[in-house]
Structure formats: C-alpha cells, structure tokens
C-alpha cells in the first residue's frame, strides 16, 4: 500500500485525501517511511521533522472530515529545501555557519503553504549557501543521483530533485539563481518551474544573489507544479522585489492544445555546443510539437553572446557581498569551492558589475523583441550529459569542459532577464534523464507550464524509475 500511495502525483494523492479515501496521516507516515529507509544512500535530507509533520497531518485529516477541505495540496507531505526559513525550524543553508540557524519566522512562501494546509515533512539537502551546481556539501555530505549513485543530482536544489523522483517527498520547493531549480529538474527528471522575478516572492530564503533569485515548484507532474505555483505566486508587500501582476488560473489551462502555437528555436546559442544525444532528444520533440500544430521560428537574440559574462560577473559580485563578513572573519568555515568562488566574487570592478547590469538590460529587450513573434523559445535545459560527483570538468562530445561555465550555459539567460523557465523530462541518455526547457514572456507562466503540459502527455508512455530505491 505504501508504494501505490507515495508513487502517485499530488494531484491523484488530492481527490483521494479529498473524499476520505485516504488520510493525511496515513500518507504523511508512508513518505516519511519510505524517505527515513532510504536517504542513507541518497542523502537527500539534512533533517527529518517527523513529530511535527505527524501533528500537521492529523490536523489536517480534522479539517477535512469537518468539511473543511482547503484544495489540492491540503494535507500532502512536503519537504523543502534547506534555505527556505521555517519558525523554529534548524536552516542550515547546508552550510557550518548556518548549522544551529533557527528563524523566528516562516517565509512567505512556507507560510502560503501552511494556509494551503501542507505537512512539512523536512529539510533537503543543497549545495552551500546554493552557490553550485552539484550539491555536494563539504558539510552534509553530496546528495546522490538517484538514478546513478555515482552521479551528480544537479544543484543547487539537488535535495529536492533526487527526493521528488524517489517518492521521498510528493513534491517540494527550490531556489533558482542560475538554475538551480531548472538543473536538478533535468538530471533527476522531474518538473521545475522558475517563476518570472517578482511572481514569487522571495522573503525568507537566505539569498545568494538579489537580484537572480527565484523560488518556485519541484514536482512529480506539471499539474502539481500548476497548482503549487497558484498557492505561492502573488505580491507581498515584504519583498522589495514582489511585483502585483495578476495571478493566473494555472492548472485549468492546462489542456496540452498546442494547435497554432509559435514556438521559437535560437540556434546561435541555444543549440551550439550542445551534446549530440540531447541536442537529437530535444529536436524531436519539437518536430512532435510541430506535428500536433505548433510553428517553428528561428529567432534572433544578438546581446545573448554577452549573456554567460554579465550572469557571472552578477553571480559572483552579489554572494561576495552579502557573505563579506562571514568571509573576512571565518573563510575556512565554508567549503574549498565557496572559497574560490568568494575570491572571484572580488575580482570585477563596479565598472565590470555595471556594464552587466547594461548587458541585462540588453538581453530583455532582444528577449522582448523575439517574444513579439513567437510564444515561447524551446532548449535544452542542459548542453551537458550528468556529471560524476567531484569532477570539475563534463564530457562535451567527446571534448573534457568546464562543468560550471557549462551547467548553467541555458538557464543563466532566464534569471538575467527574470524571464520564467520550465525544465520537463523528455528522454533519457545512457538511464539518465534529459530535460527540455520552456521559455516565455513575463507573468506568462501560463502558456509556458501548458507547452510543459503537452510534451508531459507526449512522453507518457515513459514509466522508469530509478532502482536505486526500494518500497
């Protein structure tokens, strides 16, 4: 009973707690079951909340046998990533600083969660502070690609990828500075979605880099992401950055109509450098698109040969300021690549951080221009196959690169522009997942989580699992 439970999507998990089939409580245990018996070998947790997880789950089987059902994530298990603050809840950032870090307050989208009414079930594991690709935490120790424990599970958000493929936990929250949701979502083969900027806000989660920061949903399915997106998206007035643009009906446009849809293809950067077994995945489910009624445009981004200079000159620039004194005083308390990456953080000049900013500036308005033609741009989320954990450098048709100039090559332009990005599962290379990502205009997380949704149905008859777990 425990695997037919936990394997399901929230969304099927949903209509069942909803008419009392099955009790909160009673899903509630099994996740924590089945996570407890196999993190040893994934090491996706950095905590377990159990005795409040159990708490929340008879509260919510209460509300619900009192008519008081509050909608689909009511009672659902959730662990979330270890950055995002909980009251009176350890956050650690998967960092030796942070290790006893209690807040005294929920973040905004913890507290969101909370009037949804979903069960808190733990931490996930991260890479430090998120600033990395890999999460391999010097601290914690590296989370494991479920599908290959000798794998990277993609970072920084690798705890929530691997816990959500592994029915650890039905479904769960990232942060996206770079990538961070979008990367572990290719690797792990699940669904990530980076909001546009300032649809999510962004109070409570230890930052890494103001003004690239994202949060948004890790799930099982796009109909789960549709729905998690719908309880967290929305202004707050505690986020500088939080815009009030309308909030969408996410999930009930989800029917996978993709008949006249523009879909847009940048060859220039999107598909140069590119694995040749991804590159080959990623073009035929576009041809598959193409053949339900979408149109395909070429499309031209000039300043997108600037993009990877102006995203890490801003990436490194902005955590070497907010962890300036933590660096000064106690450097040997953050792991080697956060050290190297801290001394790099104080390499541009203002001069070199300002021309970025104009870059960006640059890059929205080339993004505006394409997005006047087509409906979304279509890429792969990753041009590189799974790395091993520990290595610096990936195999890039049959070339050694440089892991992270590469890892985050695609899903650096969706944070410079703030623009939203979907990573879905879309094949497999050698057992491990490959990931397509789905670009679209500010606030149009709709018709972007739809095309999600399409190729969703496409890939249906794809039911692997990684067997590194067992129920």
Not at 178 to 196: D, E, Q
Not at 205 to 234: C, N, R, Y
Request: aromatic content about 8%; some cysteine; hydrophobic content about 35%.
């Amino acid at each position: 009973m425990t695997k037919e439970l936990i394997t399901k999507s929230v969304t099927e998990l949903a209509s069942l707690i909803e008419d009392k089939s099955v009790s909160p409580v009673e899903v509630t245990k099994a996740a924590l079951d089945h996570a407890e018996k196999n993190d040893e070998a994934i090491n996706a947790f950095t905590s377990f909340t159990r005795e409040q997880a159990e708490a929340s789950a008879r509260k919510a089987e209460e509300e619900i046998a009192n008519g008081n059902y509050r909608g689909t994530y009511h009672g659902i298990p959730m662990a979330l990533k270890d950055n995002l603050y909980i009251k009176n809840e350890v956050t650690t950032m998967s960092s030796k600083i942070h290790r006893d870090f209690v807040p005294t307050y929920d973040a905004t989208v913890v507290e969101r969660l909370r009037k949804a009414g979903a069960v808190f079930t733990g931490k996930l594991n991260m890479h430090e502070y998120a600033w990395g690709a890999t999460t391999s935490s010097p601290h914690f120790g590296p989370c494991h690609n479920p599908w290959d424990l000798a794998k990277i599970p993609g970072g920084s958000s690798g705890g929530s990828g691997a816990a959500v493929i592994t029915d650890m936990t039905m479904a769960s929250l990232g942060t996206d500075t770079g990538g961070s949701i979008r990367i572990p979502a290719s690797i792990c083969g699940i669904v990530g979605l980076k909001p546009t900027y300032g649809r999510v806000s962004n109070y409570g989660a230890f930052p890494l880099a103001w003004s690239l920061d994202h949060i948004g949903p890790m799930t099982k399915t796009v109909h789960d992401a549709a729905e998690l997106l719908q309880i967290i998206a929305g202004f707050d007035a505690k986020d500088t950055n939080s815009s009030n643009a309308p909030v969408d009906n996410y999930a009930s446009a989800l029917d996978g109509n993709v008949d006249g849809l523009v879909i847009g293809i940048n060859e220039d950067y999107f598909f140069n450098q590119v694995d040749s077994d991804i590159e080959k995945t990623i073009r035929e489910q576009i041809k598959q698109l193409e053949a339900q009624g979408a149109k395909i445009v070429e499309v031209d981004i000039p300043s997108l040969k600037h993009s990877e200079w102006a995203v890490m000159t801003t990436i490194i620039s902005e955590p070497a300021a907010i962890h300036k004194e933590n660096y000064l005083h106690r450097p040997a308390d953050f792991g080697e690549d956060l050290q190297f990456l801290f001394d790099l953080g104080h390499l541009p000049s203002a001069v070199d951080y300002v021309q970025a900013q104009q870059i960006r500036q640059h890059l929205k308005q080339d993004f505006q221009k394409a997005f006047e033609q087509v409906d979304v741009l279509i890429t792969p989320t990753l041009p590189i196959s799974t790395p091993d954990i520990g290595a610096d450098t990936v195999d890039l048709n049959g070339e050694q690169v440089e892991l992270l100039d590469h890892i985050i090559r695609f899903t650096g332009p969706g944070n410079i522009t703030g623009l939203p990005g979907l990573s879905v599962p879309c094949g497999f290379k050698n057992g491990l997942p490959i990931g397509m990502q789905i670009m679209g205009k500010a606030f149009d997380e709709k018709t972007v989580l739809n095309v999600g949704y399409a190729v969703e149905q496409m890939n249906q008859s794809s039911t692997k699992k990684p067997t590194t777990v067992t129920y």
